[in-house]
């Protein structure tokens, strides 16, 4: 639930630096201090911890639950709109 924002890299960006600011951005929108940021750690701990698991979306294509939707009608919004808002 909730709001989702994904940022896409051309280049390499390390997770403290990532977390950091988007700790920044949290602030500026002024969302509560315990709003879920990912990546959750800012490093990786090679002898096992691979992360966390964050839900893609339209993963899974026609089967998939994970979408974006209309703001008007609610309807969900096919995945061949999402290259309107690339940059």
């Known amino acids: 639930g909730g709001a989702?924002?994904?940022?896409?890299?051309?280049?390499?960006?390390?997770?403290?630096?990532?977390?950091?600011?988007?700790?920044?951005?949290?602030?500026?929108?002024?969302?509560?201090?315990?709003?879920?940021l990912f990546p959750k750690q800012d490093e990786i701990d090679l002898?096992?911890?691979?992360?966390?698991?964050?839900f893609i979306p339209y993963n899974g294509g026609a089967r998939g639950g994970s979408y974006a939707v209309n703001d008007e009608t609610g309807e969900a919004l096919p995945r061949s709109i999402l290259p309107r808002f690339y940059r």
């Open 4 to 36: 989702h924002v994904w940022f896409h890299f051309t280049q390499s960006v390390s997770a403290k630096q990532l977390r950091n600011k988007l700790r920044d951005i949290r602030d500026v929108m002024g969302l509560d201090p315990k709003t879920e």
């Open 47 to 54: 002898n096992g911890n691979v992360g966390n698991f964050v």
